[in-house]
Structure formats: structure tokens, C-alpha cells
Nanobody
């Protein structure tokens, strides 16, 4: 069984910063991609950022220049540093992990609310 424990969400004013963390534990091995998606009510879950085990990153255009994704392979942890937050960044953010080639796991989600 795989557990993804997210932390760091909360309420922040526009222009502020938050840092999300997600630690993977349990029967998880050969982690390839780790990342973050987000979802707002009535909309599909969308990619925010991913990072491979080799450090290659992919960020949504809407967050480029403001968000940074990083990971600690020794701790099986992925981070999302979010700066210059905007109200439209408000969403539930979900941690995502792909491991053992084809298996995936999702976190429970953490709420990020940006007030104007």
C-alpha cells in the first residue's frame, strides 16, 4: 500500500507564497515521475507541474515563472514552491506519483486559497 501525505496548503493573500510538500511511503519503489495537479469545482483536474527522477520538469504555462517544483529522491518527497500567487491559483492541489513503470498514486488533496 502506498501513502502520499501532503502538507503546506492554506489561505494566503494575492502576491504571497506557499510551499507544498508530499511524502510518499509504503510499498513504493522505482519512483519515476512526481508532481502536482489541481482541481476547482466543476472543472477537470489539471497538471500544475511534474518532475522526473532525473530532474526534468514540466510546468503548466499558467504557473511558469511563479512556481518551482523540486524533489528529494532520498526522502521520496516532492515540493511545490508557489510564489506570486493569484486568486485563480485557488484549488485543491493533489500530489501524484508514478512508480514501478506503470503504477500511479494520488494524495488526498490540500486546499490552497488565494484571496484578492
Amino acid at each position: 500500500q502506498v501513502q502520499l501525505v501532503e502538507s503546506g496548503g492554506g489561505l494566503v493573500q494575492a502576491g504571497g507564497s506557499l510551499r507544498l510538500s508530499c511524502a510518499a511511503s509504503g510499498t513504493i519503489f522505482n519512483i519515476n515521475t512526481m508532481g502536482w495537479y489541481r482541481q476547482t469545482p466543476g472543472k477537470q483536474r489539471e497538471l500544475v507541474a511534474t518532475i522526473t527522477s532525473g530532474g526534468d520538469t514540466n510546468l503548466a504555462d499558467s504557473v511558469k515563472g511563479r512556481f518551482t517544483i523540486s524533489r528529494d529522491n532520498a526522502k521520496n518527497t516532492v515540493y511545490l514552491q508557489m510564489n506570486s500567487l493569484k486568486p485563480e491559483d485557488s484549488a485543491v492541489y493533489y500530489c501524484y506519483v508514478r512508480y514501478a513503470a506503470l503504477r500511479t498514486a494520488w494524495g488526498q488533496g490540500t486546499q490552497v486559497t488565494v484571496s484578492s
